[in-house]
């Protein structure tokens, strides 16, 4: 237990919530706060498993008067750093999605991940803008921008919030819209954390029950006439396609389909919105470009968004470090496989490069503090299940290739895409500096004692 706080004062809180509420060293805490990496672990002095927007006041009242920093988790998808000290809010029991029919605006509740929100709208013939998998949460993902399958056609999940309900750190239910708190109605469009414990977010749905696309893949031997391939192309497609690239190294594994075992292949991921014959028109110059082993690409409902990346659903130890990039080109091609191409040995079992821009790239009215609209790529590394190489080898490696790329690199980036945290530059460098800036101001300003930890 935190020094300072008595069994007289968590009974209180216990009595107090309907939720549950650990201790450290209690039995129950490790399952509560466990991460989707499993690498990292959480073992803080106090989890309070919220289950009403009631449980979130008394917890951080109760952080409050105890002077314990608070921090926030849903699935666990974005930790980044073990939690060692202070009281996590778990929202898991804070799941629902309503939907009003009028205005395709879903309310979706704290600890929702995407594929609740994704069945609830296929209902309506509506989808919301999502993340490439719906196992991820809706709130934490949408707060630090949320770049998906179809981000060049509809921009960042958080152009589409038209509303946030928080507790902040005084302990308020506070409405933040852009009419109400527009402050904080920026800052929580990108801004990711530290500005309160959302409770209920509402978000605009499209009218979309189909887009054309999945994956296509192509095996070592084509991989680099493939990749060429998608460089001129995507200078090429207009902003109903999304696409990207990821050179992925299937493990020998049982869990792994057969086509795909023990393969180093290029996987392309495509989405196109509208009909059918265009999705396939404009595919057609990548089916040419080198022959496929698996073609997947076609007809699919919205409610399938999530097969066409195909991430991995279950929990593991995982490293991961990204980035944004300017403009590529062929030299960046030959520069970036001569590094982590068939030849190279890497330790990551995948190396995704997603195309943006398009809408993604257009400023909403009033402003949002996302990072990275600017830089038309994101670049992922994301390293093979094995914790020995994640002190090391996989920052050496991950440097390596950064080494061949580095005229390629933006300066800026998005916080979602940031993976592991070296450096509080590298931290800073998930804004436009002017937003960093405002994002401090506007934390000060609602959270003047620095009650929601965040940042490295
Ligand atoms: C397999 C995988 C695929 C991904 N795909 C994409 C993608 O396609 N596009 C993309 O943009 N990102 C993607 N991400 C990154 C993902 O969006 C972030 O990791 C996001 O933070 C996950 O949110 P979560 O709530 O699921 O995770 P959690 O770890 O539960 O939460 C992460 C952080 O979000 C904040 N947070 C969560 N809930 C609340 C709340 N109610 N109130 C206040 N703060 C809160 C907290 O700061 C918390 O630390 C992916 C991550 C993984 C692991």
């Given amino acids: 237990m935190a020094p300072g706080i008595s069994s007289e004062d968590v009974a209180g809180l216990r009595d107090a919530v309907t939720g549950a509420v650990f201790l450290r060293d209690d039995e129950g805490l490790a399952d509560e706060a466990a991460c989707f990496n499993t690498a990292i672990v959480h073992d803080p002095d106090v989890v309070v498993g919220a289950r009403t927007t009631a449980d979130v006041v008394e917890a951080v009242r109760f952080a409050g008067i105890h002077s314990l920093p608070v921090f926030v988790q849903a699935t666990g998808h974005g930790a980044f750093a073990p939690i060692t000290v202070g009281l996590l809010i778990t929202t898991g029991r804070m799941t629902g999605v309503s939907i009003d029919r009028k205005t395709s605006v879903a309310s979706i509740g704290a600890g929702t991940r995407w594929g609740e929100v994704v069945e609830a709208a296929s209902r309506y013939g509506l989808a919301p803008i999502t993340g490439s998998s719906t196992n991820v949460g809706a709130i934490g993902y949408t707060l630090g921008g949320g770049l998906g399958p179809l981000s060049r056609t509809y921009g960042f999940t958080a152009d589409w919030v038209r509303g946030f309900t928080l507790v902040t750190a005084d302990g308020r239910v506070v409405r933040a819209t852009a009419e109400e708190n527009e402050d904080l109605f920026w800052a929580l469009r990108g801004g990711k954390g530290g500005l309160g414990v959302v409770v209920e977010m509402e978000l605009e749905l499209v009218p979309l029950t189909h887009v054309y696309g999945g994956g296509l893949f192509f095996d070592t ?66 089916r040419a470009a ?137 931290f800073a460098s998930a804004w436009p500096s002017d937003a960093f800036d405002r994002l401090a101001e506007t934390r000060t300003a609602w959270d003047p004692d620095k009650l929601f930890a965040y940042g490295p």
């Fill in 221 to 286: 031997a084509h991989i680099e006439r493939a990749m060429r391939a998608w460089v001129d192309w995507v200078h090429t497609v207009p902003d109903t396609v999304t696409s990207s690239v990821a050179l992925v190294r299937f493990p020998p594994i049982e869990e792994v389909p057969e086509a795909l075992r023990g393969k180093f292949v290029l996987h392309l991921r495509y989405a196109f919105v509208g009909d059918d014959e265009e999705g396939e028109r404009l595919l057609g110059p990548l």
């Fill in 290 to 426: 080198a022959p496929t082993f698996l073609d997947l690409v076609g007809e699919m409902p919205t409610s399938d968004i999530g097969s066409i990346h195909n991430d991995a659903d279950q929990p593991g130890p995982a490293w991961d470090r990204g980035m944004q990039l300017e403009d590529i080109d062929q030299d960046f091609v030959t520069e970036f496989l001569a590094r982590a191409g068939a030849r190279a040995d890497v330790p990551f079992i995948a190396i995704e490069i997603r195309h943006i821009g398009g809408a993604a790239s257009e400023e909403q009215h009033g402003g949002t503090a996302v990072g990275g609209r600017q830089a038309p790529f994101t670049l992922v590394m994301i390293g093979v299940p094995v914790p020995e190489l994640f002190e090391t080898a996989m920052p050496q490696k991950s440097d390596y290739i950064v080494a061949g790329i580095l005229p390629w690199i933006a300066t800026e980036t998005n916080i979602n895409f940031l993976g592991h945290v070296a450096s509080t530059q590298q």
